[in-house]
T-cell receptor
Framework: SQTIHQWPATLVQPVGSPLSLECTVEGTSNPNLYWYRQAAGRGLQLLFYSVGIGQISSEVPQNLSASRPQDRQFILSSKKLLLSDSGFYLCAWERTSYEQYFGPGTRLTVT | AQTVTQSQPEMSVQEAETVTLSCTYDTSESDYYLFWYKQPPSRQMILVIRQEAYKQQNATENRFSVNFQKAAKSFSLKISDSQLGDAAMYFC???????????FGTGTRLQVFP
């Protein structure tokens, strides 16, 4: 069966520090992968999606970036965090029937 | 542009009763998918049910069922025999081949009272 992992689960970082969040999927190959952000009490905002290694599409201009160095690995990064980057970050993978399955998420607090 | 609207920020239901959560969407596409996701306090998004737009029959998953009205662009979720564990945020979402993205509504917080 397929599983999706995210780490870390919780992160507190100062403004201006770098960021690296990792997402990995097991039990499938060449999945479409997605990064979402959820602000407190809000819906999900799509940040990036990837249909294959090295293929990244950005939805929202911001100081975040994404990379896909391996088939089942998706990384969200920033060189310098802003206060507005605080939120809950969710990674998802897409099954063939257009269903997306989400990881447990990372709660990021920028101080 | 496609949009998804959930007009009920909060709903409440008594245990064992039935509750219906509303969702409307705006699209010019004829072929698409609709989903309901549940987000419990742990905040992990869980897929509850899906509906293909080309299917007239409403989807059902145990106590969860939908009322899909394609002409009205309406997609409501009915939860029967509500349980305390159903308490969560519920998000309606829309997917189309053209954009290859899920578009989410703003969510409805469901409270279940014993």
């Amino acid at each position: 069966s397929q599983t999706i992992h995210q780490w870390p689960a919780t992160l507190v970082q100062p403004v201006g520090s770098p960021l690296s969040l990792e997402c990995t999927v097991e039990g499938t190959s060449n999945p479409n992968l997605y990064w979402y952000r959820q602000a407190a009490g809000r819906g999900l905002q799509l940040l990036f999606y990837s249909v294959g290694i090295g293929q990244i599409s950005s939805e929202v201009p911001q100081n975040l970036s994404a990379s896909r160095p391996q088939d089942r690995q998706f990384i969200l990064s920033s060189k310098k965090l802003l206060l507005s980057d605080s939120g809950f970050y969710l990674c998802a993978w897409e099954r063939t029937s257009y269903e997306q399955y989400f990881g447990p998420g990372t709660r990021l607090t920028v101080t | 542009a496609q949009t998804v609207t959930q007009s009920q920020p909060e709903m409440s239901v008594q245990e064992a009763e039935t509750v219906t959560l509303s969702c409307t969407y705006d699209t010019s596409e004829s072929d698409y998918y609709l989903f309901w996701y549940k987000q419990p306090p742990s905040r992990q998004m869980i897929l509850v049910i899906r509906q293909e737009a080309y299917k007239q029959q409403n989807a059902t998953e145990n106590r969860f069922s939908v009322n899909f009205q394609k002409a009205a662009k309406s997609f409501s979720l009915k939860i029967s025999d509500s349980q305390l564990g159903d308490a969560a945020m519920y998000f309606c979402a829309y997917f189309t081949y053209n954009t290859d993205k899920l578009i989410f509504g703003t969510g409805t917080r469901l409270q279940v009272f014993p």
